[in-house]
């Protein structure tokens, strides 16, 4: 093959957008010849590669935009610490038919013991398998939808960002309480995703205390976990914080604590 000859595949790949092929047509073609292939076999070949690297593209796509602040995953999650987290759960809710049923995923436990992480991690692995996925604190969540009513642009908003995402992966729920119009915006959330996309949330509280953070309104509160717990995993995780541990097995924990209490 001429100079001219590649150049002249090298500018229709890129009309085309077929950077694969630009990429490995001329390796695949010298295998094929080694292997006295077919036409049709090199062809399917050359075009199984640019298939290949348009789904890794797109999954990489789809991880950028889920809005992870890191990326987090189930084989890098220490269960041995982790010891009050059901691991066979997890491994299930890892096969993602809760998203193909359209159920719920709730994590509840102390700071620290991997809820976000989980979480993450389930996203994560939803990206990966072609869902479009939106990871965002609760607090920040309450913010843009305020911000959006004030622009009046709240319903694009909740269409684009809230029921846009096959996975709305809300995070923190419960380190800040809600004012009476945040409770409101956010049952709306739920409402509005019930039955429709999976949620998954995470709380360092337990249900019988989520009222306190949605302004005392007990109405409004049972009817949100009514929609939210009706197709839902609840995976309640025990333990110490995982963030700690390395302090706590260098000393470093208990002689910060045992100060504290000589002080008061």
């Keep these: 093959m001429s100079l001219l000859q590649h150049q002249r595949i090298e500018a229709l790949c890129?009309?085309?957008?077929l950077q694969a092929v630009a990429n490995v047509y001329a390796n695949l073609a010298e295998e094929a010849g080694g292997k006295e292939a077919s036409y049709i076999d090199y062809l399917e070949e050359v075009l199984k590669a640019e298939q290949a690297t348009r789904q890794r593209r797109s999954r990489e796509t789809l991880a950028r935009l889920a809005g992870f602040p890191a990326i987090k995953t189930l084989e890098g999650f220490d269960f041995q610490f982790a010891t009050g987290v059901p691991k066979e759960r997890i491994e299930a809710l890892a096969s993602l038919a809760f998203l193909e049923r359209r159920e719920n995923v709730i994590f509840l436990g102390p700071s620290g013991?991997?809820?976000?992480?989980?979480?993450?991690a389930l996203g994560y692995q939803a990206t990966q398998a072609g869902a479009k996925v939106r990871f965002i604190s609760a607090a920040d969540l309450m913010l843009?939808?305020?911000?959006a009513q004030?622009?009046?642009?709240?319903k694009e908003v909740m269409k684009r960002s809230v029921l846009g995402p096959r996975l709305l992966i809300i995070d923190e729920i419960g380190y800040l309480p809600f004012s009476s119009t945040q409770a409101s915006l956010f049952f709306q959330v739920i409402a509005k995703r019930y039955e429709?996309?999976?949620?998954?949330?995470?709380?360092?509280?337990?249900?019988?205390e989520w009222e306190q953070v949605f302004g005392g309104n007990?109405?409004?509160?049972?009817?949100?976990?009514?929609?939210?717990?009706?197709h839902a995993h609840v995976i309640q995780i025990r333990g110490d914080s995982y963030r700690l541990k390395d302090k706590r097995r260098a000393g470093i924990l208990g002689q910060q604590t045992a100060a504290i209490g000589m002080e008061s």
Excluded: C, P, W
């Design 14 to 17: 890129e009309q085309l957008k």
């Design 113 to 120: 013991t991997g809820k976000t992480h989980l979480a993450i």
């Design 144 to 147: 843009q939808l305020e911000s």
């Design 150 to 154: 004030r622009q009046g642009r709240y």
């Design 196 to 208: 429709a996309g999976s949620v998954i949330l995470t709380s360092n509280l337990s249900f019988g």
């Design 218 to 230: 007990a109405a409004l509160t049972s009817a949100m976990l009514d929609r939210l717990l009706h």
